[in-house]
């Protein structure tokens, strides 16, 4: 068969295709229109079809680009066509998902292993037309024959998507994964799975195809709880961003350290020695001695007024309060009300002691220290001085001196910011009183010195940094939190909602309305009445219809059903036990390189991180193949390498561009002309500038072409940034500046050069400053 007659069979199928993928759209969009318009069923239901609806309509739109990238020829003669979703039509397949199980001899197929395929064929669309073919042949004896035509080699896709113009955002990479990728994608879901992979061997991208896989294979189990993406930073997860929904995958969090806390987007920036301490894993003991210290008695008499009399507590009498609330076992504010019972007791028995005497008592003896006077109250009249006492503003002062409702927020402002409060918490003997947590193991220092407690320091106001997101979860999981307030408040709620469709309910019927206090359960309608204003509730309550993802997103406790993690050499220990919590069933996926770790205190292995949560109950995997880094870029690294981490064998390069790296000197003027030589040479491509963070600004000055900030755009042409803020990101061009500085100025400074050296897909250059 002719390539004119193979590209005229293709549009045709890919022509029924998209036709049936316009009719599902057509529907979705008529359904969506009449759950919005509809008046039947309750506004509850509608919100549920609204949604649901808006939701496929989305997923169909995401799929309208290479919808349709494949076809398997087998030996039976069938023809599987391969893309990006299922699509049927009167129960005939036209398009197989890429995860469904029949589409994997697609990626993993060989001419050794061919698993029943005679041809593959990728398929390049551009909109909706086919404009390219590339077939393999994998049954050898067919190509004898002359039975099918094509070529042995089958990389024409995958090169010409390696070569492809950078867009500044990442392309899928569902048209070319390669069979040890495949492995990965399509690994079993439970336990902790380990992708380590240098430069360019596609761990992101697994990674997402990854959670794709995961949601299309064991969405049952996946949907309810949902998938946690963590990437390294904000500029991070928008290159990323689009990967899921071209995949058909909304229903994903992405999220960076900074964000696992609701209400908090932590992106100040601080020192990496500060960023080390506050990830040591004996943080979890500082922050259970901080609170500790916030559940005090007095050191002195404490006198509190009450109507006229002075009532005194002692540490003698706040001690065994104190003592029975630690012993119970619960967490701090929900412990609280065991103390807040012991020091009433205390002040009550003072109070009756005053006023119970019998003022007729006559004491038989005539000795006034041999007999007291019959107290004359009883068990109902000291429950009323309770009450009372517990209204008391001054009594209510007195015992949140002593043991304060506390959030995370105002434990770790006051610990960092009240003079003493970390020195204190930090005392070896408070640290003492707690075994240390999973997570102490390896190089991470087990103290915190009087010279740490200095660094930690900071002024009320300053900014959330990412690495106080742990500290913050942890305090929280210390503290706990009292839901009697917010149980009473939908309480009072649900009262005030039924009293309001009833009074609707009485008002069309003519009859009265009825006023519904707080307390006032007597004032609530008849059962049938009740039933009626229930029905009419569920009409005017707004329900917020929200995904897995949406409400994840808002809820510290909440529990992931599987949680990738990319660029994981970079999390500290206390980093780890936070996203344990959010996975206690451990069905993980990390994905990292040792090799690029730029954090103090990094870890050497990967057992380092895990052991201390999952034993030896984890898998490594390696992706030894760089298909984004050319063989040259790659050479010029091997001594950068060396240097970070001599065990760690560089990936092997699939191609090579014919231009090597080039290194020079100069002055700033000679590096705005080199850059604007080498964003022409870029072309339609995506350039950036890699410098140390100290040298951002006068670079910014001298370059005024190039976006930068805290969270550029990598959409814009050229670029400048940091190294960290380079993390997981390509360009076509690449010219790192002053990398000696870079060796210098960083904490693990060959690491740093190592991701920086390794950014670019064409072109790297190295520029030097002269008198930067």
């Known amino acids: 068969m002719s390539s004119l007659s193979s590209r005229a069979e293709e549009q045709s199928h890919l022509d029924t295709i998209y036709g049936r ?57 069938a023809r599987r066509h391969i893309g990006r979703i299922g699509i049927h039509d009167t129960g005939e397949p036209l398009l197989i998902d890429w995860r469904a199980p029949a589409a994997r001899p697609f990626y993993v197929a060989t001419a050794i292993t061919p698993y029943d395929v005679v041809q593959r064929r990728h398929i390049r669309t551009r909109g909706r037309t086919v404009v390219e073919l590339d077939d393999e042949i994998l049954d050898l004896d067919a190509a004898r024959t002359g039975s099918s035509a094509g070529s042995l080699v089958g990389e024409a896709a995958l090169l010409s998507a390696l070569t492809a113009n950078r867009t500044g955002r990442m392309r899928d990479i569902v048209q070319t994964i390669q069979a040890e990728q495949d492995r990965v994608i399509r690994a079993e879901p439970g336990g902790v ?75 100040s920036a601080e020192a990496p020695e500060v960023t080390e301490i506050k990830g040591r894993a004996v943080m979890t003991d500082l922050l259970a001695a901080a609170v500790r210290d916030r559940q005090r008695v007095p050191a002195e008499t404490l006198e509190i007024e009450v109507d006229r009399h002075i009532l005194h507590l002692t540490a003698a009498d706040c001690a065994p309060a104190r003592r029975r609330a630690r012993e119970s076992g619960l967490k701090h504010n929900l412990a609280r009300p065991i103390f807040e019972t012991g020091i009433l007791d205390v002040l009550a028995a003072q109070i009756a002691e005053r006023i119970g ?14 007999l007291t006077s019959p107290n004359l109250l009883d068990d109902s009249d000291r429950a009323d001085i309770r009450d009372d006492l517990a209204g008391n503003p001054a009594v209510r002062a007195a015992i949140d001196s002593l043991w304060p409702v506390l959030t995370p927020n105002q434990l770790l402002i006051d610990l960092y910011g009240v003079p003493g409060a970390l020195e204190s918490a930090a005392a070896p003997s408070a640290l003492s009183g707690r075994a240390h947590d ?38 929280a999981e210390l503290l706990g939190e009292d839901n009697s307030a917010r149980t009473a408040a939908a309480a009072r709620e649900r009262r005030r909602r039924l009293a309001y469709a009833q009074g609707v309910l009485d008002i069309t019927a003519g009859s009265k309305s009825y006023e519904l206090e707080d307390d006032d359960e007597a004032a609530i309608p008849n059962i049938a009445d009740i039933m009626q204003a229930d029905m009419l509730a569920e009409h005017l309550d707004e329900h917020e219809i929200r995904s897995a993802a949406e409400r994840a997103a808002a809820d510290r406790e909440w529990v992931f059903g599987h949680v990738i993690v990319d660029e994981a050499q970079e999390l500290s220990p206390m980093a780890w036990r936070l996203l344990m919590r959010r996975c206690p069933s451990r069905s993980m996926t990390v994905v990292g390189d040792l090799a690029q770790s730029s954090a103090l205190g990094a870890p050497t292995s990967w057992a380092d991180v895990l052991a201390p949560y999952v034993a030896d109950r984890w898998h490594l995997t390696e992706l030894t193949v760089s298909y984004r880094t050319p063989a040259e870029i790659m050479n010029y690294t091997r001594r950068t390498l060396a240097t970070a981490d001599p065990a760690i064998n560089p990936p092997r390069p699939v191609r090579t561009t014919g231009t090597d790296p080039w290194e020079t000197t100069g002055t700033l003027p000679e ?40 969270s550029p755009d990598l959409e814009d042409h050229a670029v400048l940034l940091t190294v960290t803020q380079s993390k997981g990101l390509e360009f076509d061009t690449v010219i790192v500046v002053n990398p000696a500085d870079i060796l210098k100025d960083s904490p693990r400074g060959a690491n740093d050069l190592y991701v920086a050296l390794t950014r670019p897909t064409q072109r790297l250059g190295v520029f030097t400053l002269l008198n930067p």
């Open 21 to 77: 993928l316009d009719e599902l759209r057509a529907q979705a969009r008529d359904r969506l229109t009449e759950s919005r318009t509809g008046s039947a069923g309750g506004l509850y239901q509608r919100d549920v079809t609204t949604h649901m609806y808006a939701e496929r309509l989305a997923r169909y739109d995401a799929v309208e680009e290479g919808l349709c990238f494949g076809r398997l020829d087998l030996r039976d003669g």
């Open 193 to 267: 799975l380990v992708v380590q992979g240098g430069p360019g061997t596609g761990k992101t991208a697994v990674a997402l195809h990854r959670a794709a896989y995961l949601l299309y294979t064991y969405r049952e189990q996946l949907a309810a709880r949902g998938v946690l993406i963590v990437g390294p930073n904000a500029t991070f997860l928008r290159y990323i961003s689009q990967v899921l929904p071209s995949l058909a995958e909304t229903g994903v969090l992405l999220a960076t350290l900074g964000d696992l806390h609701p209400g908090i987007t932590a992106r």
């Open 357 to 370: 005497d019998d003022p007729y008592w006559d004491d038989p003896l005539g000795e006034d220290d041999a």
């Open 438 to 475: 999973p997570g102490s193991v390896g190089s991470i220092s087990a103290f915190i010195s009087a010279d740490d407690c200095a660094l930690l320091r900071r002024e009320p106001g300053s900014g959330w940094a990412p690495a106080d997101v742990p500290l913050l979860d942890e305090a």
């Open 671 to 710: 590096l705005a002309t080199r850059t604007v030589d080498e964003i022409a040479l870029t072309g339609e491509g995506r350039l950036a500038v890699i410098a140390p963070a100290a040298q951002i600004a006068p670079l910014s000055a001298a370059l005024p072409g190039l976006t930068t900030g805290p």
